[in-house]
């Protein structure tokens, strides 16, 4: 009886009523049990004596309510949501659940990218994608429609106070509406204009829900712009006082162009500032004067060695700072989420404490597609207090344990201790075999063989690859090497753990890249030859063997998701820049064109005869064009890499107007910036990572830090018998499979209780954790001393002006 | 008669006898008073009854050996001189005082300056500098005997143990047996041989006392190398992957000399590694498949932005730790060194303190140049408890306040505070005139003006620039304001307040180059024309409006010692790379050269006819040659800069053989190591200086901050003439103007006593010491648990093998 009663206690099976009543439940409250109802306070009043269906059901309905909004403050916590967007109503609640799904998320995403894509076949089009006016202005009418009922639903759902004082919104409104004319102009002109505006259609995919990454980083880059511009000037002010001496003091050599008036003394020296032009901006006055090098010299040193070292170092120092405040605000973000969340669910009775049953009806809500064993695993991992309910200090870790995947601890150490005795040593064997130092190093030493091999046989053909049908057997024999190597490791160590690891999924996808290479060189399949050349990505492997690589490649890995989001904001500035340039610049550069430019060598193609022999030579950069959105990135990127971006700025301005200089100058120092904070992410990100395993004495190479993050959780077998009782009988939950599943495995292992294990794997924001420790404690609590109790912050919030606008439209 | 006691105590005019006696004086032990002394002790037996003048004489010299031993204790802490080559009997000591003097430091100097000169006549030489072979070669005799003589110096100082264990100083002397060799050769042949090993010479620069910088940095570089390499080598690896796969992709495309041969290949990738061929290297294949530009976006994408950023991240990781390690070193070897001297000072009637007259005696040998009043305020300075003797703790700030710069404190706040009325009223108006915000935003406008105007001047002269002789009435008015204000500024601050700013001596050179200027255009001094030209750098006085501009300014004068290291560690670099240039490349490119090569175009000279003029098209990179050392130094730093540095390396190339490109690939990733330290350094200074002010919550524009470390010390009337008449009397010092001065001072001001400041500026050690004060804590700490208490570690260091070595010499 005395476990049955705690029991009760934990999974909070007594009709209890929440504290606070959802804001969405206002409708029920007034419309399903009037009479019964405290509208004022929106809670039930209980009817006294038996309970009555009636209320009952209402009751459950206002727990439903309750959950869903947890589960909605949780998510907003989760994904930096500022709560006034929070929905109000339940007019508001079915909007936010309407917008707030991936099918949503995935239309919005595939319509910013038609948007986007659209200026491959708009004129300029890429020749074998160009498409009709009429075909790709309705295409992009209709995927403006798109975004409209896009912003319909978000109207909807925040109201209109709220979506005027969003200001992302209200861009997207207005880029919207400017759009929608424009591209129904061009429908009835039939005919593209000068369109400069299809520059701003990545901000409908900025505003992306799956493009968080990419918004934090463009307001990362933002953030840093102010010290970023007083150092710039700081560097334009020196340029142009040197373009001013340098002006004075070679403009009387006529063989030298560089300095010939004050306009092209700063562009040269811009220039220079890229070093793009260096030597050749000294070369005509150092042939007059030796000593005209110092005034060179002087300016590099002061300019790209000390000031540009700055710029680096300010951006640096900021971007460290900020990395610091977002890490802040969004811990105390998700703290606030949690607080908000625990006062919807606990009750009238036990106002300081969250019951199973509550929780399970939130996680119902927040993960749908959680089963009923990891929604009590999850439970049990917060509670660690031991006790029935979860205090709010317990549930201040719910975003630490949500992402855990559970699994019953594996008792037998190999995949194969269940096989018949014969096959388990045989299997051992290889098992052993594969996690020997001998085997590893012999695998080192074929690599580099083989790493030689490729080398050696690359250097003989001197004349040139020639695609013979013959495989070569070295090929073969070293393909045959590591097919067996991998077929052994899977066997020895289990498919899955072999999988795990990443670095023997790199193993595993290049050899079977060699074997598809292998039957395309068999088979005589020449697009596919371009997988035999990817060969000596095998040597890789090699850098395993030292401790700093491993740890350098590792922190590369765990830096992909950022650098890939880094790399999608360079990407859209490139695509504001490439429409802009089409749109002034498509065909203007040309074989033989520019002739009136200095940089005309570069443009021209002539017949040169040497000896009898009349060959054709050509100056390539004319490819180096506006001509398409492909073509413009390539042009971008050259640009981005500096060398030599004057020849194209100069043919291009010879073709045009002087002004055209602004475009190259802009898009500069633009990538200039975006190039500093990736550099300045990829220092702090390295440093960070150091610093944080100086500082925890934990070598990087730790395995247990390979695991991440791991939480264990002990159940007994009353306990599962008890919970899934509990979930048969009371809450009415009808898929329970994994719970069984759990109650069986248990009654097999004989055991009386089987711990299961929750791993995943370490984050960013957990590696902060620890390294902020000791300023955590601090930052709450200086929350909660500027912070109203939790409890006030709400109703101070139910207050607002908006709250009190939906509580009167009720 | 207290007072009296009391005093009698603090300066220590018992005969006190020292604990520890300096191993200088054991000659005089034995000698002079052979009977009195414990010989083994070193220490004088005291002689029962009245005062033996003979003993009292040996005391007296006792003691000053021990004051000598003791200040060269604190001048090895203070040179991070290792103690094992501390010097160990009188013999030592003469040697070490003959080779611890600024005039030996200078000629150690001078010597090594001519040596490295001497390469600007040795053939290939300048020109107007030649030398013929047997002068250059007496002089490189002459220098190379110099240095034998110091290191003869040194050997005698150190002694032969010693002296072989100092790796530094063996590779000195085996660089000079080589080097005497040679030079005699040269002199007999009378013709200069390859001489390669001159690129060894910067050796005796660096092992200079003054160029201990340049010592710190280099052992910097090295222990920053082993992480470098590593990710040099994933770097190289990556290339010589991507080099084969390009070799498979475009060695088919006959157009594409890029990649013709595998060599041509990995030449290719490593010159796209500093981008100085991008895009010319994708032209041809670009030009042939448009998807081609993936593979060099990849490449680029991993190896520039990718690990060379890594390269620089793990290079500041190093940098900050090697930094702090240094510090650390530091400190603890200063904390070392006042132990030892400690322990020479204090008497065997009282171990536990040091004394005035100890003090005075340590500071005469340590800085004879000090006064005696400043010997005494220092004293007083250190005595923080305010008891007669300096405890150990009082003693471990001495390198803190030995520095201080001292002054009685100003009683008046202006300087004209003593002039008659009428004066005074008038330059108070002024000071209140140029301390006004009024006055300052008016110079502000002023100088925009000036630099509005010599912008729209300059734009003006599109023809270029005339040099008339009449002065521009411009030039005039704006000088004639500056002046004005420079005036109005010293007679309203007062000079030594004026020139006590940084910003006021810029101002004020700024102006008086000016106004030189104008004499060089009014009496047509062509030669000093050039000084006009830097008018626009008054502009520089803008950025003292905003703060940042300050702080960077500010902090750029704070390195700029180190960068002036940094910078000449680069050249002792370029240096040992001209000269190997010079041996081999000297005179390989001439104009119309390197016909084979690709890059013939940059060295061709044709006459072009354009329409009927004919006018001579120049390929200038002929002048980027190795022929004589300048020409190699303006060469090797086109090479630093990158940009089109492989036209140099083809041209040589294409003149010499292959293997040529070794020295140009060696000397890029050399500079590579030099420039990602200097760019570490940078960035380590600037995040430290800025973590600093937020650490210290203090505005970096801290007027206190300014003026530096400030130490007062009150002193009383009586307290100085008791001061005056002990030294008078006692210590028989002659030299007491500074104290006499004092005490009239004391009298004049009619105050019982007078507060005077000690001043100097803060270094980086000072805020190393506040940043890392809890480290410190532990470090001390550390010190104290790992070595043995400071009395045991100077006799254990006395019971070393050199220091037995020497006891039994004697």
New interface residues.
Partial sequence: MEISSTFDNMTGLTHDRPVQTSSFCQQFASVDAAGNYDVMNNVVIPTPGAPDPRAQNSLRQSWEMNYQEAAIYLQEGENNDKFFTHPRNANALSAYLFAHNHLFYVMELLTAVLLMLLSLSEAPAVPFLRLDVYVHASLELLALAMVAFELCMKLRWLGFHTFIRHKRTMVKACVLFIQFIEAIVVLVRQTSHLRVTRALRPIFLVDCRYCGAVRRNLRQIFQSLP?FI??LL?LL?FM??FA??G???F??NT?DPYF????NSIVSLFVLLT??????VM??A??KN?WS?IFF?VY?SIE???IM??L???V??TF?GVEKMKFKSLLLHKRSAIEHAFQLLVTRQRPDGVCLKQFDGLMRFYRPRMTARDRFLTFKALNHSGATMLSLQDFYKFYEVIGLKWKARRIGEHWFDDLPRTAFLILKGINLLVKSKAFQYAMYLVVAINGIW??VE??M??D??SWTHVVPWSYIVFLTIYGVEVLLKITGLGPLTYFSSGWNLFDFSVTVFAFLGLIALAFDMEPFY?I???R??Q??RL?KI?Q??RN?LDT?FELFPR?ASLGLTLIIFYYSFAIVGMEFFADVVYPNCCNTSTVAESYRQINVTIGNQTVLK?G??Y??NFNNI??SF?TL??LT????WYITMEGVTSQTTHWSRLYFMTFYIVTMVV?TI??AF??D???FR?NYSRKNREPLDDPEDEKGIVFETEVSQTEALQTLDMYKHTLGITNLSSLQDMCVALERSGHSSLVFLGRRSRTKSDLSMKMYEEEIQEWYEEYSRTNLQPDETFHRELDSPEASATNSIN
Same sequence: chains 1, 2.
């Fill in positions: 010290p007083d150092i700081l002010f142009v006082i001013i001496l002006f004075c003091l403009s009387a063989a010939s008036t004050l306009e070093t793009a032009n260096f030597p050749d070369m005509p150092y042939s030796r090098c010299i590099l790209l060695y000390f070292n700055l680096l170092a300010v640096f120092d460290n490729i080398l690359t250097n053909l001197n040139g690859v371009f035999v050349v990817l000596p990505f040597l890789l850098f030292k700093r690589y350098v590369m650098m050509e390539y950069y490819l180096n492909l073509s390539v990127f050259e890499v500096v060398n030599n190039m990736i550099v990829i220092l990100a390295f440093v150091m």
